[in-house]
């Protein structure tokens, strides 16, 4: 019995991969500079990304989606970020993290209640990270309490990707601290509600046009239909989803080290030196060399964990080592590239000083190293 490589893809996968390639090419590569410079996506950028299909990768077609796989949201993820990993954390969340989760765990009429929001015209923002609950994400001081038909929520969220752009929020929120992590709800919070606001946006390292803003919840009150799955079970919704999301990160870090490689391949074919272009030298060979092969083993990383995810297979372990790895090739790669076009390349007039900040958050969002490391642990060591 044999088997697809890991690295060859479909009929529908491959033209699904050249269609995103070309859509980054032309539609995001010209505005990346200008974009990197204000902080900000262009505004015509989004809409442009809904049209394309890059919004709603998984969402069935009868709720105005693609009808794709998680296995094509992870290829979309890397394609993009391979041109700016700031917009590939845009679609990487919309996908791998909000509607995975409302395809998983919402009921029948939030679920296409959002996904059909979702799939024509709304980003959608997923809130669980607060003050002191970063790496602790089950200590959350963000509060709801039932009054009537509705969920009161008060608190307050940080580090909230995509919240500037976001109509929809997937928040968490703990409706009876007794009970510890058992109270923890998502719900799904409108913008348009009274008492919440997006609040002070950082001014960060890298990723510069994805916003990360706070959230800020008075009051706010969110109907019962707004629970994603049932009341207690948000710890499950989030540790599941974060799963999946982590195998989407690692596809923006192998996108961000392809980019710098690609970036490194042309510089070293036409910069001369001695009378040759450099890339010709055996000492820019190896290194050349060296990130191609770390690259493409990152990437079999990535692919693996997609693919068991899809089958419906144990990928737990899979994807914290994933996200584990592309990180660090994703740290390693874009330096070199920065070192291989010498004093040029500490410039903010060539691509890759933006790859080598942009690389850094691989290892601190949806997780640190240090949380997949001990993720992985547990797991050798039985699940304990």
Not at 203 to 213: E, F, N, V
Not at 345 to 365: N, W
Request: glycine residues 10%; proline residues 3%; hydrophobic residues 45%.
């Amino acid at each position: 019995m044999s088997h697809a490589p890991l690295t060859v893809l479909d009929e529908e996968e491959e033209l699904f991969r050249q269609t995103v390639r070309d859509f980054a090419r032309r539609e995001i590569a010209p505005r990346v500079a200008g974009m990197e410079e204000r902080g900000a996506y262009d505004a015509d950028l989004i809409p442009a990304l809904f049209d394309v299909g890059l919004m709603s990768i998984e969402t069935p077609a009868e709720l105005g989606g693609g009808g794709g796989s998680f296995f094509m949201s992870v290829l979309a993820v890397e394609e993009v970020s391979r041109v700016d990993a700031a917009v590939g954390v845009l679609v990487d969340v919309q996908n791998t993290l909000v509607a995975n989760a409302i395809l998983r765990w919402a009921d029948d009429g939030l679920r296409r209640r959002v996904l059909e929001a979702m799939a024509s015209g709304t980003v959608a923002s997923y809130a669980l990270s607060e003050a002191s609950s970063g790496s602790d994400a089950f200590a959350l001081q963000c509060r709801a309490r039932l009054e009537g038909d509705d969920f009161v929520l008060d608190g307050r969220k940080l580090w909230i990707t995509n919240a500037a752009e976001a109509g929809l929020f997937l928040v968490m929120a703990n409706v009876d601290p007794e009970q510890g992590y058992r109270g923890i709800t998502s719900f799904v919070v409108e913008r348009d509600m009274p008492g919440f606001e997006v609040g002070r946006k950082e001014d960060k390292l890298g990723i510069r046009a994805s916003s990360t803003c706070e959230l800020i919840l008075d009051g706010v009150r969110v109907p019962r239909a707004n629970v994603v799955g049932e009341v207690g079970v948000g710890y499950r919704i989030a540790i599941e989803t974060l799963n999946e999301g982590r195998i989407g990160i690692g596809a923006q870090m192998v996108g961000t080290a392809q980019g710098a490689l690609d970036d490194a391949l042309a510089y070293t074919a036409q910069r001369q030196q001695f009378g040759r272009p450099i890339g010709e030298f055996q000492a820019v060979q190896f290194d050349l060399a060296q990130m191609a092969t770390e690259i493409e083993a990152a990437r079999l990383t990535v692919y693996n964990a997609a693919r068991l995810k899809d089958a419906g297979e144990p990928f737990l372990t899979q994807a914290a080592m994933s996200k584990l790895f592309t990180s660090q090739v994703a740290e390693r790669v874009t330096s070199k590239a920065v070192e291989l076009f010498g004093g040029v390349g500490y410039t903010r007039e060539y691509p890759v000083e933006k790859r080598y900040r942009d690389a850094k958050i691989g290892k601190i969002y949806e997780g640190t190293s240090n949380m997949q490391l001990a993720t992985i642990a547990r797991q050798l060591q039985g699940g304990r």
